[in-house]
T-cell receptor, first 113, second 114 residues
């Protein structure tokens, strides 16, 4: 069964600090991995999309990495801001006829002033 | 900036009633999706739609669910006979390119079944 596991479940950091969120998956065959930011009560917003051949992708202060061999990804947030407080969701889609995405439960990030 | 819109933002209904959730995807997008998120749980895929037909659907998307693109702009999700466990936030999403394109989510419809 395809699974996406994220850690930590929640994280509290001070404004200006960096942090790294982890995602492990068992989806196979693999098509792409996406990171989303979801504010409370809102729809997810796409941060990055990576395919099998991509090891890293940046979007402003967000940098995602992918190791397709170990089936791991990370999302690094640099110089955190109060507005970064949200849930960060890892989503993995398969290939080979089915692109149904598997969502992780998300990491809840709180940035304190 | 173009965005996906959804109506209503909130809906309360009685168990057994039919509900229709509406979405207006971004105008040049070709791929459409419905997801749901039960309170406190992860987002779950319901169905994908392309070229006026369902591309894929999950186990959740049983016979009481249906989707339709009644005109060139709207994309609807119908739940024929709602159950208590259908209470959730329902998100519509769309994108322009193939399955690897950036998906844009709407703000969601919060459905409460009493």
């Amino acid at each position: 069964k395809n699974q996406v596991e994220q850690s930590p479940q929640s994280l509290i950091i001070l404004e200006g600090k960096n942090c790294t969120l982890q995602c492990n998956y068992t989806v196979s065959p693999f098509s792409n991995l996406r990171w989303y930011k979801q504010d409370t009560g809102r729809g997810p917003v796409s941060l990055t999309i990576m395919t099998f051949s991509e090891n890293t992708k940046s979007n402003g202060r967000y940098t995602a990495t992918l190791d397709a061999d170990t089936k791991q990804s990370s999302l690094h947030i640099t110089a955190s801001q109060l507005s970064d407080s949200a849930s960060y969701i890892c989503v993995v889609s398969g290939s080979g006829g089915s692109y149904i995405p598997t969502f992780g439960r998300g990491t809840s990030l709180i940035v304190h002033p | 900036e173009p965005e996906v819109t959804q109506t209503p933002s909130h809906q309360v209904t009685q168990m057994g009633q039919e509900v229709i959730l509406r979405c207006v995807p971004i105008s040049n997008h070709l791929y459409f999706y419905w997801y749901r998120q039960i309170l406190g749980q992860k987002v779950e895929f319901l169905v994908s739609f392309y070229n006026n037909e369902i591309s894929e659907k999950s186990e959740i998307f049983d016979d009481q669910f249906s989707v339709e693109r009644p005109d060139g702009s709207n994309f609807t999700l119908k739940i024929r006979s709602t159950k208590l466990e259908d209470s959730a936030m329902y998100f519509c999403a769309s994108h322009e390119e193939g399955p690897r394109g950036t998906q844009y989510f709407g703000p969601g419809t919060r459905l409460l079944v009493l």
